[in-house]
């Protein structure tokens, strides 16, 4: 055992001391904050404001386009719209709006003229405010009251709550646990691909049969897959720690609510639907809030370790044996795969198990060991039984204890083979070969 604690702290150490991981550590914080902050610097002003010109024939349009922050409208000077083209660029404007003369109950022929393609966002906007006067004209035409009609219009806002009366949300819940399973998935593959190069490394330098005179396969075994996962969760404590000492850093220079003030002032601008919709944004955003301080945070914290932890475990351990009996990368892809597939259909059965947590699918795929560490994290923001939790991670501990005998078994054999063509039928043998 103690040779095995050995192994562990040369792997631990040599891999946190190499320039790659400090790299990645100290960069990828960076990366998550910019995730967060750039979106907000964008929408800030960074946009400056383009002036379109009006060409309407029906000389009933200008007037009632409102300019804001984003889009200026001014009348077109020239009485041509060919000569109003070649003007377009000489008097710094974005874009040229043509309304050509129609009837109003089928308005067609209007189109936006640009040196270059005009952004998604400035021709949703235009055609939003082009839809608007439309209507407006529409309206006074059938001798509807507009405001009237806008007063009848109900606009609701539905909480969720528990019977206990804590507010809920499903959305933040599906972040959650999303967010938490895509980080297990993640790290499987990233520490357990790592764990697989080394052994394939050493096999092929020749420096397991050195390593291997005076220690036990087990226990090389063991504490390669062990350092690695120290590494593992040294990382991902620094990323969160560093992520979020970035964001508190550069959150009071953000005028996060002048942001709120300018959406709120865009949505005014263009018309009473997208209104409606920031309002019930803002009032989603208000109950996530309000769940998010009932949501369990520490057990789905203690939750996704263990399950981060044990999942990883179980599945380097299978990466390490399918390591062992290969020479190459190239020739372990054809094991890996296989042994992949369950916590890549528990990825993308994600979907299905959000509409229904609580369902069958759901249920059988969190206690299956190699499904589990992906699925339960799902489940855990919606508040799964705790015999269910229990059952669930006694079975992921007893198949990582199944899957560690079997590595063990194949990593023993494997290690010491070279050159040989490696089937599933001879890794099932290397299992029950007596040494």
């Known amino acids: 055992m103690n040779k095995m604690w050995i192994i562990l702290s040369r792997e631990y150490i040599t891999r946190v001391r190499k320039r790659t991981f400090l790299l990645m ?53 020239e009485t041509d719209l060919e000569k109003a083209k070649k003007t377009l660029k000489k008097n710094n404007n974005y874009a040229i709006l043509y309304i050509p003369k129609f009837e109003i109950e089928s308005p067609k022929g209007i189109q936006i003229f640009a040196e270059k393609s005009v952004s998604i966002e400035v ?177 789905i914290v203690l939750t996704f370790l263990f399950y981060f932890i044990f999942g990883y475990l179980m599945y380097s351990a299978l990466f390490a044996a399918v390591a062992s009996a290969v020479d190459t990368e190239m020739e372990a892809q054809q094991f890996i795969t296989p042994i992949s597939m369950p916590l890549i259909i528990a990825f993308v059965a994600a979907q299905a198990i959000i509409r229904d947590p609580d369902g069958q699918v759901a249920f059988w795929l969190s206690i299956f060991p190699l499904t589990s560490p992906v699925v339960m994290m799902i489940r855990m923001p919606f508040e799964v039984p705790l015999w269910q939790l229990l059952l669930s991670m006694a079975l992921l501990v007893l198949g990582f204890v199944g899957t560690a005998w079997l590595a063990g078994r194949i990593y023993r054999v494997g290690i010491l083979s070279h050159g040989e063509k490696v089937t599933y039928k001879k890794l099932w043998n290397w299992i029950f070969y007596k040494m």
């Open 25 to 77: 550590t100290l960069l990828t914080p960076f990366l998550f904050a910019l995730l967060f902050i750039l979106p907000i610097l964008l929408t800030l002003g960074l946009e400056s404001q383009k002036v379109v010109e009006v060409f309407d024939e029906n000389k009933i349009f200008l007037d009632k386009f409102k300019s804001d922050k984003k889009l200026k409208y001014v009348a077109c000077k």
């Open 123 to 299: 021709e949703s906007q235009i055609t939003s405010h082009v839809e608007k006067v439309i209507e407006d004209i529409r309206f006074m035409k059938s001798g509807i009251d507009r405001q009237t009609l806008d007063k009848i219009k109900t606009n609701i806002t539905i909480d969720t709550r528990k019977l206990s009366g804590e507010e809920s949300s499903a959305g933040l819940a599906f972040a959650i646990g999303f967010g938490a399973a895509f980080l297990i998935y993640l790290s499987v593959f990233l520490y357990g691909a790592q764990v697989m190069r080394g052994v394939v490394e050493e096999k092929s330098n020749k420096i397991i049969e050195v390593i291997i005179s005076s220690v036990k396969p087990f226990e090389l075994l063991m504490g390669k897959i062990l350092g690695v996962a120290l590494v593992g969760l040294t990382q991902f404590a620094l990323w969160i720690i560093l992520t979020f000492a970035i964001v508190s850093i550069a959150t009071p220079f953000l005028d996060t609510k002048k942001l709120a003030e300018q959406q709120m002032e865009e949505a005014i601008g263009k018309n009473e639907k997208v209104k409606e919709q920031v309002t019930k944004q803002q009032a989603k955003m208000g109950g996530a809030l309000g769940a998010l301080a009932n949501i369990p945070v520490t057990k």
